[in-house]
Nanobody, 123 residues
Framework: QVQLVESGGGLVQAGGSLRLSCAASGRSFSNYAMGWFRQAPGKEREFVAAIRRSDGTTYYADSVKGRFTISRDNAKNMVYLQMNSLKPEDTAVYYC????????????????WGRGTQVTVSS
């Protein structure tokens, strides 16, 4: 397993941008696919984006496609989520997670989670 720590959250106006970072520690980071999830108050945790370990293929929720970009730097053990054109409905706690599963959209398939970072988008 890896240990994950998110950073980069904050308060931003609608239309603005934020870049979330996830630092991973532990062995064999490059062996894991990585995902970003979010959870708003009173709602279930939902898939945002994921990136495969092997070829870097990326996947996005329809709600963020074209606005968010996930990337990873295996040399630095880092995963990023660039968020542009933010909307008030993007307000949530954002979590980074790691998995060895090939099914990347389901939270239950992830083995390790960070504590999350709050993103608040004002209208």
């Amino acid at each position: 397993q890896v240990q994950l720590v998110e950073s980069g959250g904050g308060l931003v106006q609608a239309g603005g941008s934020l870049r979330l970072s996830c630092a991973a520690s532990g062995r064999s980071f490059s062996n894991y696919a990585m995902g970003w999830f979010r959870q708003a108050p009173g709602k279930e945790r939902e898939f945002v984006a994921a990136i495969r370990r092997s070829d870097g293929t990326t996947y996005y929720a329809d709600s963020v496609k074209g606005r968010f970009t996930i990337s990873r730097d295996n040399a630095k053990n880092m995963v990023y989520l660039q968020m542009n054109s933010l909307k008030p409905e993007d307000t949530a706690v954002y979590y980074c997670a790691s998995t060895t599963s090939v099914w990347l959209r389901t939270p239950g398939n992830y083995d390790s989670w960070g504590r999350g970072t709050q993103v608040t988008v004002s209208s």
